[in-house]
């Protein structure tokens, strides 16, 4: 089939001596959709653009996903920052100052207990942010091990570890959760491996799947032939090949575990007090929704935004990394 003009526009007219004009490459510009490479000749050497430069230009251009990128690098600036310029103590209870409204001093008012909602809220971004980021980094990290081990060796080693996820999934998230507090007791880490107990599984099947289509190429039956240690078959042959699909899971997955966190502790399952997240101050507004309807609808809308900024990220990374959505 032959190639359009707007495909390819990198033949250039120049006059030749004793001859007609020949074409000669020039300048080459390709569909930066998908991984095809863009061409430039300068001074008769071409100069490709990888995989990840595509990417990350074909990114840049996604105006909504950089301007979500931006809400969402502001948000965690003022949640690391702005207990520094408030200088309150997030749990110092004050009996005199309950449910002020927004003031110069208190910028998002104080809560049924007098304390300073700003510096609350900061502190819940924060934790809240901690604890989807590392449970999210925990479960993807422990579930591509795990996959990779499972298709790698393959035979009764993948049926008897397939099975073993097939149990997982099979048992409520929200049962396993609370086994886990009861057993571990409350507190940000525990909720943190709650979290990536729960959700390992998926991360799991996704690598088995990748490397069952990657260990067939020659490179890697070239490593194992010549007796390569497993962990550097992963790390130098399997790993660098599904580290796009690996970021884009990392991008779907913090936004799950952010709601998954809010809605543990709204149910009061997950984090406990003295300490607090968005889901705690989301619990704690509900109680005064209808006389101080302020602290319940900022740690709502900061949610909101948060959750949205990263799926919205997240679609960008889809559509600049897999070769499936790239038009």
């Known amino acids: 089939m032959a190639a359009s003009k707007q495909d390819f526009q990198f033949f250039k007219k120049v006059p030749t001596v004793g001859s007609e004009a020949a074409p000669v490459v020039s300048d080459a510009t390709f569909d930066q959709s998908g991984a095809t490479p863009e061409i430039n000749v300068h001074d008769g050497v ?8 595509s990417a990350r230009h074909k990114l840049f251009k996604d105006r909504l996903a950089m301007f979500w990128t931006v809400i969402l690098i502001l948000i965690v600036m003022v949640a690391l920052i702005g207990p520094k310029i ?13 449910n002020i409204g927004p003031s110069a001093a208190h910028w998002l008012g104080t809560d049924r ?14 934790v809240s942010l901690l604890v989807a980021i590392l449970s999210t980094i925990l479960a993807i990290g422990f579930g591509t091990i795990y996959g990779m081990t499972m298709a790698f060796f393959g035979g009764w080693v993948d049926e008897v570890m397939m099975r073993i996820i097939e149990v997982f999934n099979s048992l409520p998230s929200l049962l396993i959760t609370m086994l886990l507090m009861i057993v571990l007791g409350d507190g940000v880490w525990t909720m943190l491996f709650a979290l990536a107990v729960t959700s390992w599984s998926s991360s799991a099947r996704q690598a088995r799947g990748l490397v069952m289509q990657l260990r067939g190429l020659d490179y890697v039956m070239a490593a194992v032939m010549l007796d390569t240690p497993l962990w550097r078959i992963m790390t130098r042959h399997l790993v ?8 884009l899971d990392i991008g779907q997955s913090i936004p799950q575990n952010i709601f998954g966190e809010a809605s543990l502790s709204f149910l009061g399952m997950g984090i406990q007090a003295p300490n607090t997240s968005l889901g705690i101050l989301i619990s704690n507004g509900q109680d005064q929704m209808l006389q101080h309807p302020m602290q319940l609808y900022v740690p709502i809308l900061v949610l909101v935004a948060i959750v949205f ?19």
Request: proline share 6%; glycine share 8%; hydrophobic share 40%.
């Open 46 to 53: 071409p100069k490709s653009v990888g995989f990840w430069a």
């Open 86 to 98: 408030q200088h309150y103590d997030p749990n110092l209870i004050r009996v005199d100052s309950r």
């Open 113 to 126: 207990l007098g304390r300073d909602l700003f510096t609350r809220l900061c502190l819940g971004v924060q």
């Open 240 to 247: 660098p090949n599904m580290m796009s699909i690996l970021i």
């Open 309 to 327: 900024a990263f799926n919205i990220v997240g679609d960008g990374l889809r559509d600049a990394l897999d070769p499936k959505f790239q038009s």
